[in-house]
Nanobody, 114 residues
Framework: QVQLVQSGGGLVQPGGSLGLSCKSSTNIFSFLSMNWYRQAPGKERELVATINNGGKTNYSDSVKGRFTISRDSAKNTIFLQMNSLKPEDTAVYYC????????WGQGTQVTVSS
């Protein structure tokens, strides 16, 4: 059974940086893509960043230029580096792995506030 274990997140002031990581219990190349989603209170879950099996990345317009998704295949881990954080980035962030079935991490709170 696939397990995704997240770490990182927390509280940061506007303009600050945070990093998230997501470790898979299986080889990350077994997935078509690995992704970061977020869900703010009262809003739908939205896709933030994607890295596909070939290493191609894609970002939502709201985070493009500020967030970076990356991976360490030797550690079966993906990362989300978040810079220039804004209050509207406040949400629970979820790691996702997709291979015709979706697998989810446990979620991590990110709060951007002064």
């Amino acid at each position: 059974q696939v397990q995704l274990v997240q770490s990182g997140g927390g509280l940061v002031q506007p303009g600050g940086s945070l990093g998230l990581s997501c470790k898979s219990s299986t080889n990350i190349f077994s997935f078509l893509s690995m992704n970061w989603y977020r869900q703010a209170p009262g809003k739908e879950r939205e896709l933030v960043a994607t890295i596909n099996n070939g290493g191609k990345t894609n970002y939502s317009d709201s985070v493009k230029g500020r967030f970076t998704i990356s991976r360490d295949s030797a550690k079966n881990t993906i990362f989300l580096q978040m810079n220039s954080l804004k209050p509207e980035d406040t949400a629970v962030y979820y790691c996702n792995a997709y291979s015709y079935t979706a697998y989810w991490g446990q979620g991590t709170q990110v709060t951007v506030s002064s």
